[in-house]
């Protein structure tokens, strides 16, 4: 059996309510978590864009993927484990930042590119984006300091060129 691997799918279905629900529960019924989920309306009005991102064996992902296909309202179903493709995600996290260790933490942040859009007297606020391992390592770095609280995006991806996402 083939040792598990994340994958990256990306689905453009009808913007209908219960889709989402009936693709997740695809998911579960099967017993594999969603690592990721990221849903938005798309450019093509009546359509969303999903990209979701769960582990398990190649195996498992296509039996998934040709579940997905077979579902109402969803239009194109495409796996992108192996793409190049362009991935993004954002988190916010704010951080413990006194006085004193205010300057360090800046200034570490901006190594991350990460911007501050919140300064409290006891916290900082920071914006990030980019792929999920710079997030990991950000998030690793901020934790030494105190993240009180920490939001991500759940990634998102386009193929690269002329390939469909």
Same mark, same amino acid.
């Not at 409290?120 to 030494?144: H, N, P, Q, R, Y």
């Given at each position: 059996?083939?040792?598990?691997?994340? +994958?990256?799918?990306?689905?453009?279905?009808?913007?209908?309510?219960? &889709?989402? !629900?009936?693709?997740?529960?695809?998911?579960?019924?099967?017993?594999?978590?969603? @690592?990721?989920?990221?849903?938005?309306?798309? +450019?093509?009005?009546? #359509?969303?864009?999903?990209?979701? !991102? &769960?582990?398990?064996?190649?195996?498992?992902?296509?039996?998934?993927?040709?579940?997905?296909?077979?579902?109402? =309202?969803?239009?194109?179903? +495409? =796996?992108?484990?192996?793409?190049?493709?362009?991935?993004? #995600?954002?988190?916010?996290?704010?951080?413990?930042? @006194? !006085?004193?260790?205010?300057?360090?933490?800046?200034?570490?942040?901006?190594?991350?590119?990460?911007?501050?859009? @919140? &300064?409290?007297? #006891?916290?900082?606020?920071? #914006?990030?984006?980019? !792929?999920?391992?710079?997030? @990991?390592?950000?998030?690793?770095?901020?934790?030494?300091?105190?993240?009180?609280?920490?939001?991500?995006?759940?990634? &998102?991806?386009?193929?690269?060129?002329?390939?469909?996402?």
């Amino acid at each position: 059996m083939n040792h598990s691997q994340l +994958h990256t799918i990306s689905c453009r279905v009808r913007n209908r309510p219960g &889709v989402l !629900a009936r693709i997740s529960g695809l998911f579960a019924r099967r017993g594999y978590n969603i @690592d990721s989920l990221a849903v938005s309306r798309s +450019h093509v009005p009546g #359509e969303s864009r999903m990209t979701i !991102a &769960v582990a398990g064996a190649q195996e498992m992902l296509a039996q998934i993927i040709q579940q997905l296909i077979k579902l109402i =309202d969803v239009i194109e179903v +495409h =796996d992108h484990t192996a793409d190049s493709v362009v991935e993004r #995600e954002l988190a916010m996290a704010k951080v413990s930042a @006194d !006085a004193d260790k205010r300057p360090e933490i800046l200034q570490l942040a901006q190594v991350f590119r990460a911007r501050a859009v @919140d &300064v409290a007297d #006891e916290t900082l606020i920071f #914006e990030v984006t980019g !792929a999920s391992a710079k997030i @990991d390592a950000f998030e690793k770095m901020m934790d030494s300091y105190g993240i009180c609280e920490m939001v991500r995006t759940g990634k &998102v991806i386009m193929a690269r060129g002329n390939q469909p996402t």
